[in-house]
């Protein structure tokens, strides 16, 4: 049993324990993320403190995504003509500025919320071309063997953030003011610049491009066309698609859940938020220990996500919602983390970083839309109606990834791991 439990250690904490270059990224990216939370609550919570409306914290969360809609499509292009880790230090810098500026005004007591969703939109921007680059360094980082697991990892610590980094902020809010959260912010970018300069980029894995890039508008075709003929990506993308713009958008729900629903006040729905985060932390651990990127495993998640949603719709109990939120947090990491290395590991390098481009597209790109649309839903049949739509669909999906993947050819298994000067002779 002992025995067993090292092995289990050993596999789920693979990457950073035979890679240095993600050991010093995953150290920057803890600080790092946590910081970003804390941004997060403290964005909304000065928007609530400025206007008073919850229309307007819908507004700002608009401002965040949008940029997704618009320049999401493309992303990936630009991604794929650049190297990944010097675009990582420019959208990391990008953020840190607009970390102070947003400290500078919320401390010199002169913002106003235009401010606030300008610099929202602004960050949604350089995140825009910054995930799907980060996602990408994650395979040169690790390779082909490992990547599942270190996407998995990557799943665990955003989500152990998010847990720790809004109960971060909110001690901060109340003990010092929120402006200093921006400015926790703004210095935790450091650790993330730092470890980026401190890589050894000789143990960097090779990626092979052609000699001349393709334009914005051919290359965003180029990726489209491996899309359309590669059946197990697009049926990820659109599983993505339709459960993310449905079924995920607890951002919206859970508010409104504690409030009118279990009828309790913000103490409930910090708990209620931690046990989603609780849960996801758990699949995204139990992901990175199966090391692998699983088509069945994405279809149990998918399900399994649909029906704790079914589930949840009718209670009324905080503590069974709070069961019931971790399962769906563990079944929403299970079938990301599957998804997002399954498209990965079938993309050739010179297209990888437009595929995980189209990848978060597909999962940020309707947010607006669904976050409207489940607002509504809750507004006319409460988050009753909001989740028992959500998991239908979702369990739509998983009808439909079976169905269109029950007579795929098995893949084969993963690469041994294999070292990136070898690669590289």
Avoid at 273 to 302: D, E, K, Q, Y
Avoid at 379 to 390: K, N, S, W
Wanted: hydrophobic share 55%.
């Amino acid at each position: 049993m002992t025995q067993a439990l090292v092995r289990l250690n050993r596999r789920t904490f693979a990457s950073l324990q035979q890679y240095p270059n993600y050991r010093l990224f995953f150290g920057g990216q803890v600080i790092s993320v946590t910081g970003s939370w804390m941004q997060n609550i403290a964005s909304a919570w000065l928007i609530v403190t400025l206007t008073h409306s919850p229309v307007a914290v819908g507004v700002l969360a608009l401002a965040q995504f949008l940029p997704f809609t618009i320049f999401g499509l493309f992303a990936g292009v630009i991604v794929d003509r650049f190297d990944n880790r010097k675009l990582i230090i420019g959208t990391q810098a990008v953020q840190m500025v607009l970390a102070a500026v947003l400290a500078a005004i919320a401390l010199g007591g002169v913002a106003v919320p235009w401010m606030v969703y300008v610099i929202a939109f602004m960050r949604g921007t350089v995140l825009v071309l910054d995930v799907p680059a980060r996602q990408s360094f994650t395979y040169r980082m690790v390779g082909p063997a490992e990547l599942p697991n270190a996407i998995a990892l990557n799943s665990s610590l955003f989500n152990a953030s998010r847990v720790i980094g809004p109960a971060l902020g909110g001690l901060v809010i109340a003990a010092i003011g929120l402006g200093f959260c921006f400015v926790a912010n703004a210095v935790s970018f450091l650790a993330v610049l730092a470890s980026l300069l401190l890589m050894d980029e000789r143990k960097l894995f090779p990626l092979h491009h052609p000699d001349v890039m393709p334009t914005i508008l051919r290359g965003t075709r180029e990726g489209l066309a491996f899309v359309r003929r590669n059946r197990r990506v697009w049926v990820t993308l659109l599983i993505v698609t339709v459960v993310s713009t449905l079924s995920f958008n607890l951002n919206v729900i859970l508010p409104v859940m504690a409030s009118k629903t279990l009828h309790s006040g913000p103490q409930t729905f910090g708990i209620i938020s931690a046990s989603f985060g609780a849960g996801a932390l758990i699949g995204a651990l139990v992901s990175a220990s199966v090391g692998r990127a699983s088509w069945r495993i994405l279809a149990i998640g998918t399900g399994l996500f649909g029906l704790a949603e079914l589930l949840l719709a009718p209670e009324r109990s905080v503590w069974a919602a709070c069961v019931l939120l971790i399962v769906l947090g563990a079944a929403f990491t299970t079938w990301t983390s599957n998804a997002n290395s399954g498209v990965q590991l079938e993309a050739p390098d010179h297209l990888r970083g437009r595929v995980v481009g189209l990848y978060f597209y597909a999962f940020n790109g309707a947010a607006p839309i669904g976050g409207l649309l489940v607002g509504w839903l809750s507004a006319q049949g409460g988050t009753e109606l909001a989740l028992a739509v959500g998991g239908i669909a979702a369990l739509a999906m998983t009808a439909v990834c079976v169905v269109a993947l029950r007579d795929e050819p098995a893949r084969p298994k993963p690469l041994e791991r294999v070292e990136p000067t070898a690669l590289a002779a």
